[in-house]
Every structure is written in structure tokens, then in C-alpha cells.
């Protein structure tokens, strides 16, 4: 068995060798952790990644949390399955982050949730574009007021994935079972959620979804109309149909102005006042800004830090099941053909 060697670093896992690769390269290079082992229902894959770094290999979620030097587990499992895990991880008290969506039923992240705070242990829910540095510079200046009154949002999401993709690895992806739904709760989940982010609560939903191009039980293609709570309303269009694949946008407007984002970087940004043209210039000239990061490296880093230091992550995983409601929302009215309250 490989032991952890300094009992001052977080001892860590990864559950799920698909999305779990970045996982593993994330914590090979965070501060302050030691990765001991892997875990995936596929004995070929677990010992390959074992032998690779070094560590230790398991097939059975359960044998892994017997160990008292794991401190931390990632959960990169199929979306369906999530709950059952955290919920084991839970009652063995380890701390845990999750894939997004963090699960397929608000009634799973409400258990889930629930499980990790009557305990004390630190939960997250991976949502990585947060913290890239142009949505980190937008959401600033949502949140002081600078676009004044918000009205509208819009949020695109046009991304192209082939019938292979969806049937490699068993096939989950396009499931209820396992994926929840389509290009929506799997595609378009991380830009409904920073949608949900910048403008707030979400009141009541009006959506349509269909499949268009792929053989899958769930969408490939949807659409909403959105209302906030704040009064601003908001549309998303989501698809993996688009070909060749032309990114994410994500576009909001108040009275003082407007911030238009493309793939993750200030594509527009026009805010009232004297100085608006060279403020715009200035913005999306930043090379700072404007930048790729490896987020996903940042926030493995930061759920390392909330467990050393005893304090919640950046992104709990309580904040997991906002958007995962808005897109269950969504497939509700569109299943119904009517306008869905949230609240």
C-alpha cells in the first residue's frame, strides 16, 4: 500500500478514470497533498493510471474508504451515480468534490448536501469557469452595480459532439439514468450556471427540447426563456448538434450598459460614463484578462486548502444545485408545455 508520507498534506483519491484524468494530473501538482490512489469499476484502467503514478489501485469504492490516510475524495463518476458515492464517502468522513453536474435530482444534492454538513466535512462542486480570470472581471462588475438595472441575459451554447461520443464509456452520456439529460445538463450546465451566478435567483422557466442529430434518449437541442427573480429575463440555447462546434457565449444587459463573453474571454463591454470607449479597449486588450487558465487546477488547489485549513471551499457543493434546477426546469416545461415556477 502506498502510504501517505507527511501526515500535514491532504491524503487524496480519484473515483472515475473518464473526466478523473484531469482530476489526477490536477493533484499531482497541487501543494499540499499527496494522491494515494484510484479507483474505477474498470481493473485494466485503475492499474494502468496505479502503476503510471506510482500509487495504489482499486475497483471497489468501498475498500478504499477503509483507509484512514485518504483525507479527500474526487467523485468523477457518471452524473447518476454521484450520490451513492458521496453518501458512502460521508458516513466514512472524508471530504469530497464533485464532477458537475453534482448529480440528476435536486432530491440527491438535497441528501448529499445535508450528509456532508451535519458532519463538519468540506463538499465542492467542480464549476471551473467561475474562476477564469474574464468572468472573475465580469461578475465584479455585476455585482457593484456598474451595469445598473439588469434586464436581459443570453446565453449560447453551441457545441458539436459525434454518435461515438456518445457511446463510448458504456454509453452514459445521453441517458436519464446516468446523465440526467443531453447537451443541457451535461454542455450547457457550466454557462446556466454562471447565468444564474451574475443575475441571481431564477423565477420560472419556459423551455423546449428535442434530439436533432443524434440517436440518444435525452436532448441534444434545447431551448428557454427565463424569468429572474430580480425581474431581468434571460434565454439559453443548448445543443450538441452544432457543427462544427461554435463555443459559448454569454451576453447581459442593464440600463447602464453591457458585458458580452466568448468562450470565456471579454468580447464586449460597453458601460455608460466619459470614458466608455478606452474602458472597453482597456478590458479587452488585457492579455491578464483574457486568458485561459487552468481553473480546474485552481479549484482541485483550493479544496485542498478548505480541507487543511477547516473552511468551506469556493465553490460548496450547496452552490451545485442551482443550475442542475434551472435545466430540470427546463425539461419539466418542455415534457408539459408550460411555464415551470421555481419559486
Known amino acids: 500500500m502506498n502510504k501517505k508520507r507527511d501526515k500535514s498534506n491532504v491524503g487524496a483519491a480519484v473515483v472515475g478514470l473518464g473526466r478523473g484524468q484531469t482530476h489526477v494530473n490536477g493533484l499531482l501538482r497541487a501543494k499540499g497533498a499527496e494522491l494515494l490512489a484510484v ?10 493510471f496505479a502503476s ?7 475497483t471497489d469504492l468501498s475498500s478504499l474508504l477503509e483507509r484512514e490516510d485518504i483525507d479527500l475524495i474526487h467523485v468523477c463518476t457518471p452524473s447518476g451515480l454521484h450520490t451513492e458515492m458521496l453518501l458512502q464517502i460521508a458516513e466514512a468522513g472524508k ?7 453534482l448529480d440528476i435530482t435536486l432530491d440527491r444534492i438535497d441528501m448529499a448536501v445535508e450528509a456532508f454538513a451535519k458532519r463538519n466535512l468540506q463538499f465542492g462542486c467542480i464549476f471551473q469557469i ?4 474574464a468572468i472573475r472581471h465580469m461578475k465584479q462588475a455585476v455585482d457593484s452595480g456598474r451595469l445598473g438595472k439588469l434586464f436581459m441575459a443570453n ?10 461520443y456518445y457511446e463510448q464509456n458504456g454509453g452514459w452520456r445521453g441517458t436519464w439514468a446516468w446523465d440526467g439529460g443531453g447537451s443541457l445538463m451535461n454542455q450547457a450546465i457550466h454557462t446556466i450556471d454562471l ?10 422557466v419556459i423551455g423546449h427540447t428535442q434530439v436533432s442529430t443524434h440517436r440518444i434518449e435525452t436532448e441534444d437541442t434545447g431551448v428557454a426563456l427565463l424569468k429572474f427573480a430580480n425581474g431581468a429575463c434571460g434565454t439559453i440555447a443548448g445543443t450538441t448538434s452544432a457543427y462544427p462546434g461554435f463555443g459559448t457565449s454569454l451576453d447581459i444587459y442593464g440600463e447602464d450598459g453591457g458585458i458580452g463573453m466568448r468562450n470565456n474571454q471579454i468580447t464586449n463591454w460597453k458601460i455608460r460614463g466619459d470614458q466608455m470607449a478606452a474602458e472597453e479597449a482597456a478590458v479587452i486588450g488585457n492579455a491578464e484578462l483574457n486568458v485561459t487558465n487552468d481553473t480546474t487546477g485552481e479549484q482541485i488547489q483550493d479544496m485542498i486548502d478548505a480541507v487543511r485549513n477547516n473552511r468551506p471551499p469556493l465553490i460548496t457543493g450547496k452552490e451545485g444545485r442551482d443550475a442542475v434546477e434551472i435545466v430540470l426546469a427546463i425539461y419539466e416545461s418542455s ?3 408550460k411555464e415551470v415556477r421555481l419559486r
Open 155 to 164: 446565453a449560447h451554447i453551441h457545441f458539436y459532439r459525434t454518435q461515438e
Open 195 to 204: 447565468m444564474q451566478w451574475m443575475l441571481g435567483p431564477v423565477e420560472s
Open 39 to 48: 479507483c474505477d469499476k474498470n481493473k485494466e484502467a485503475a492499474d494502468r
Open 95 to 101: 471530504h469530497a468534490i464533485t464532477e458537475k453536474p
Open 130 to 133: 467561475r474562476l477564469m480570470p
Open 52 to 58: 503510471q503514478h506510482g500509487i495504489d489501485a482499486y
Open 335 to 337: 415534457r408539459t408545455g
